[in-house]
Nanobody
């Protein structure tokens, strides 16, 4: 089975940057769609960014395009670089993964079988 271990995140002032990392363990890294969802209190869970391992089919939500960059190391770790952060980015960020399948279009929360514990990102103004 796939275990997702998250690191990074934290607190930053508006305009600053943070990075999230997600390492897949206990299972082959290849042929996975991986990325992050986020959820703020009182709001629905939102897909932030996903990427197919190897760098294919990157997806970004409209709210983070141009500010966030998703990448991987072609081994076992996916990264989310978050720049120009604002208070609206404050949320719990969850690393997610699925074996094969779609990674850009028509992807739903229920499609991802593997979830990390979540990392808090807090942006103060």
């Amino acid at each position: 089975q796939v275990q997702l271990v998250e690191s990074g995140g934290g607190s930053v002032q508006a305009g600053g940057s943070l990075r999230l990392s997600c390492e897949a363990s206990r299972s082959p890294y290849s042929s996975n769609c991986m990325g992050w969802f986020r959820q703020a209190p009182g709001k629905e869970r939102e897909r932030v960014a996903t990427i197919y391992t190897g760098g294919a089919n990157p997806y970004y939500s409209d709210s983070v395009k141009g500010r966030f960059t998703i990448s991987d190391n072609a081994k076992n770790t996916v990264y989310l670089q978050m720049n120009s952060l604002g208070p609206d980015d404050t949320a719990m960020y969850y690393c997610v993964a699925r074996r094969g399948g779609a990674c850009r279009d028509g992807v739903q929360v229920a499609d991802f079988a593997y979830w990390g514990q979540g990392k808090q990102v807090t942006v103060s103004s």
